[in-house]
């Protein structure tokens, strides 16, 4: 993010005036359109508010902004005396259409995180650059030339991703497949965004889990679905919830995230899960299970996936190497009927023509080759190292002020505030403490829940960050 140089000898306030002159000529910010507040610039720049306040005053002299009170200050829609006769109003595209923003929390930690990368970060949900193999990777790089064509690959994955992706689900997922039954994401989201958009439609009543990863997903809205919950206790939902919702509202399709849950790391029982497929066989129900978090379990026994019991093809599988390798890779899977999949297929056709064949190759290797396992096995411990850290940071920090069951795997760790504290009021008080966090409302839970995701998070910075997450809530409870 731009920041005026200090060591110049053009003063900070002319060095603002043109960075902001720049960006108003490059359409940044159209004829009319409000700029960011005074305060606000000021500590984006990291500057007092007067250097902002001297800048402004230059663009107004030269005609380029207009402030009134009581109405901020706006691009000039006279700039340099051409009065614009059909600029386009961009703030009306910018908040039309049918895609939804990200839930104003979501924005909010996003914009901190920019604002201010000291943060400690328990919001992110990816892995820190130390638990990626990056190493392993490189080697295999320099190993391939991959100088093999280079055009459009075939829209459902590269074959040979496809094929090391069948052995991998084998060995270590007890799922039977094959390569024309998998199809190549960019990663869960993109799975999920497809199967909302090409395989529903709007007005289409699913059920999703309560709190659930999926409630903060706006695609659902955008896509016009109705969503209906089903409860999540400490051995996820009760299957039974299913058949309710089925006969009140007729459902058409259930998204679940049996292992390792985002948000509350449960795990959906055994006995749960044989009710769970003999409901969805009797009323012929589809199931859209995510699984991306099964081989961090910390014991090195991953659960199963539903989509291993699954006789009868009710289960969309779908996973990634986010959450267990790299997620600059930018690979997911998805496991389905062929004639899903050649749905799907066609409309990421459609999309993108498909993804880059170099991550595809580089991902087909690393699963084909002997970095795997250790790989796994290191990742696992050192995430299981990092949830340790986080409980007896809470339990020094806040015992007897949070509740929590204590998660076997996975990268989130899911708390129960016994104050009562409003998410707005908790997270802004932390940003200041300098920490940052997802409030459990961003999952449909009530207030008062709160996800730390300790993945990317420094060993050295868990302590600290929990230090000034209690520091925060003693201030709002004083």
Known sequence: MWKPERNTKKALYEQIADHLEQRISYGEFPPGSLLPSERKLAEQFDVNRSTVISAFAELRSLGIIESRTGSGTRVSTSKWGATPKHTPNWSRFAEGGNFLPNLPFLRRIREALAQNPSLIDFASPELSADLAPTDEIATLMSRNAYTSYMGYDNPQGSTL????????????????????????????????????????????????????????????????????????????????????????????MVFLNPNYQNPTGTVLSNERRKRLLDVISELGLPVVEDDPYSLTSYDGVPPLPLKSMDTMGSILYIGSFSKIAASGLRIGWMVAPRSIVERLADARQQMDFGLSIIPQLVAGQFLQSSFLDPHLERLRIQLQFKRD??????????????????????LHFWCKLIPNIPDAKLLEESIKKGIIFVPGSVYGSDSGYVRFTFARTKPEDIELGIARFARAIRELIK
Do not use: W
């Open 161 to 252: 991703l496809r094929e090391a992706l069948v052995e991998f689900l084998n060995k270590y997922r007890s799922i039977r497949t094959t390569e024309s039954s998998i199809l190549i994401t960019s990663g869960s989201q993109q799975s999920l965004y497809l199967i909302t958009q090409c395989l529903l439609s709007p007005g289409d009543a699913v059920a999703i889990e309560d709190p659930s990863y999926c409630y903060s997903l706006p695609m659902f809205q955008s896509a016009g679905l109705r969503l209906f919950r089903l409860p999540v206790d400490n051995h996820g939902i009760q299957p039974e919830d299913i058949r309710t919702l089925y006969k009140k509202h007729r459902i058409k």
């Open 389 to 410: 850290l986080l409980i007896e940071s809470l339990e020094k920090e806040l015992s007897g002020l949070i509740e929590y069951v204590a998660p076997e795997g996975g």
